[in-house]
């Protein structure tokens, strides 16, 4: 029999909001953590010109004596030098999970307790290590150059920070890829195989991480707080953001035993693939509808049970659109069901997007209240059917669904119940 599988715990680094609180605020005034930047000084023709910077953290230096972040957070120097700069983020982020699920670090020492990471790695440290070789001509290079840089960076830190015993893994499906961790540390909750889970998201938010988006023509040149509005008429790429968030889940049956506080449950997941193109998504939709479906045939739901859709929409013309025709498909029977993508504040947090979203969905079953569209003036033709709120709603049921879609057309959706239904 499998197991049921709680969030206990939130922490929170994002562009809109540093703590629960903060990211709620935002979420319900359409507060937006999309501001300017200047990465290429001077330059005529800036091919990024906004972002979704985090407050409170300057993790602008490639030297991490000189990273600032909020005195709350006491951070062992030692573990600082191996960090990446999103590393901070995450390490921030998970702190702040562990106090809201009540668990102190040496509870999570444990066989039972397992860490599942997503991330780009960092591209500015890879960068300037890569550089320091070719100078030297291979003479010279940073001894922790290679743990700080690549892609695992945040499972050999944090798991080693935290001492984790437990699964360790990293996972990599580009935008897909925290919402594929979170769906597995779901399954090693159900199986039995772990009790507890860890799972986190982080991105740089830097020219080296965002700017390549720009030569595939993906990123908005637009220069306002509004330039990410998905579904929208005017929408021309996405904007790009970073930060961390981390969730915490725990079998209920453990969360139980310590009493601890139910932020929502885990109820299902389900994935598909377009097989179609290495960056766009098929026009039609097909993957992501088919991961829907396998997401509510996995939490035993039909479409009508869904209250809320927290879509992956990142504001591209193709993307939306794409999204747009697999609800369609999906919810056919269920067309008023209200959908809304959180990207429109926050910006578009790659690798991080997924957990991200499924902690806003979770965030909104247990506030029982639904985000807006942001940034929606007017709809394009091929969206206006579906139901975009302009302003808060109250949640009209207990289930939610998180979508994210990654280049190669990999597709994850996962499913919320609110705890208290």
């Known amino acids: 029999m499998q197991r049921e599988v709680a969030v206990t ?4 680094v994002t562009s ?8 709620l605020h935002s979420l319900r005034h359409s507060r937006s953590g999309i501001r300017p930047v200047d990465w290429f000084p001077g330059a005529e023709d800036n091919p990024v010109k906004v972002a979704g910077t985090v407050p409170e953290f300057d993790v602008s230096s490639h030297a991490w004596p000189l990273w600032k972040y909020p005195g709350q957070y006491t951070l062992r120097r030692d573990a600082l030098r191996s960090l990446p700069p999103h590393g901070i983020y995450a390490l921030c982020a998970t702190l702040q999970a562990l106090e809201d699920a009540g668990l102190a670090e040496s509870e999570i020492s444990s066989p039972r307790t397992g860490l599942f990471c997503a991330s780009a790695g960092s591209p500015m440290l890879m960068r300037r290590h890569l550089s320091q070789i070719d100078a030297s001509s291979g003479a010279r290079g940073h001894p922790l150059g290679v743990v700080s840089s690549i892609s695992g960076t945040l499972n050999f830190n944090l798991g080693a920070y935290f001492k984790i015993k437990g ?5 990599v499906s580009a935008c ?11 399954e090693e909750i159900r199986s039995g195989r772990q009790e507890r889970m860890i799972v986190v998201g982080a991105e740089e938010v830097n020219a080296e991480t965002l700017v390549p988006f720009a030569a595939m023509r993906a990123l908005s040149p637009s220069a306002g707080p509004d330039a990410s ?16 968030v981390t969730l915490i889940l725990e079998s209920t049956a453990l969360a139980h035993s310590r009493s601890a506080r139910l932020r929502a449950l885990a109820r299902g997941w389900g994935q598909a693939s377009d097989g179609h193109n290495i960056a766009i998504s098929r026009e039609d939709g097909d993957g992501l509808a088919r991961a829907m479906e396998n997401a509510l045939a996995d939490a035993a739901l039909a479409p009508r049970d869904i209250a809320y859709i927290n879509a992956h929409a ?4 193709v993307g939306d659109l794409s999204e747009t025709r697999a609800l369609a498909r999906v919810f056919a029977d269920h067309p008023d069901v209200p959908v809304s993508s959180t990207k429109a504040l926050t910006g578009h947090a790659l690798s991080m997007a997924g957990a991200l979203e499924a902690a806003v969905t979770c965030l909104c079953l247990e506030d029982s209240f639904i985000p807006p569209q942001a940034h929606l003036r007017e709809p394009d033709p091929g969206c206006a059917k579906l139901h975009l709120p302009t302003a808060p709603l109250a949640l009209g049921g207990e289930y939610a669904l998180s979508n994210s879609s990654g280049f190669g057309g990999s597709n994850v959706t996962l499913v919320f119940r609110r705890a208290d239904a």
Do not use: E, K, Q
């Open 9 to 12: 715990g939130l922490g929170w």
């Open 229 to 244: 509005c998905p579904f929208d008429r005017r929408r021309d790429g996405f904007v790009g953001t970073g930060g961390a």
């Open 167 to 171: 699964a360790n893994m990293g996972v």
């Open 314 to 317: 990142t504001s591209t013309p």
């Open 176 to 186: 897909a890829s925290s919402s594929h961790a979170v769906a597995y540390a779901m």
């Open 16 to 23: 809109i909001g540093c703590d629960g609180a903060s990211v």
